[in-house]
């Protein structure tokens, strides 16, 4: 079983700038981060394949979030720029040990979760 350790969430203001971090404690194939607000579906935000480099990220997003990695820490970062009150939320960090399947940016397709960490943009 893989656990997942989020941290860098917070408050922050429209326009701003805030990072979180994702460690796995074991092997994965993927990982990924998601959000749910209250009243929302879950939605895919970003994800990585580690071993393809391939990189997937939500219209919404795009242009404004990146994914990076560090393969030595297992670590998954996730860099938001230009925050808007609508990216408030649960954010999530997922990951599966499956193999590639070329989905990465569906939430389904993931085995592990993390607790979960609050982003609040105003």
């Known amino acids: 079983h893989v656990q997942l350790v989020e941290s860098g969430g917070g408050s922050v203001q429209a326009g701003g700038t805030l990072t979180l971090n994702c460690t796995a404690s074991?092997?994965?194939?993927?990982m990924g981060w998601f959000r749910q607000a209250p009243g929302k579906e879950r939605e895919g935000v970003a994800c990585?394949?580690?071993?393809?480099?391939?990189?997937d990220y939500a219209d919404a997003v795009k242009g404004r979030f990146t994914i990076s990695h560090d393969r030595a820490k297992k670590t998954v970062s996730l860099r938001m720029n230009s925050l808007k009150p609508e990216d408030s939320g649960l954010y999530y960090c997922?990951?599966?040990?499956?193999?590639?399947?070329?989905?990465?940016?569906?939430?389904?397709?993931?085995?592990?979760w993390g607790q979960g960490t609050q982003v609040t943009v105003s």
């Open positions: 997922a990951a599966s040990d499956t193999g590639f399947d070329g989905d990465c940016i569906s939430s389904d397709t993931y085995v592990y």
């Open positions: 074991g092997f994965t194939d993927k």
């Open positions: 990585h394949y580690w071993r393809v480099l391939i990189t």
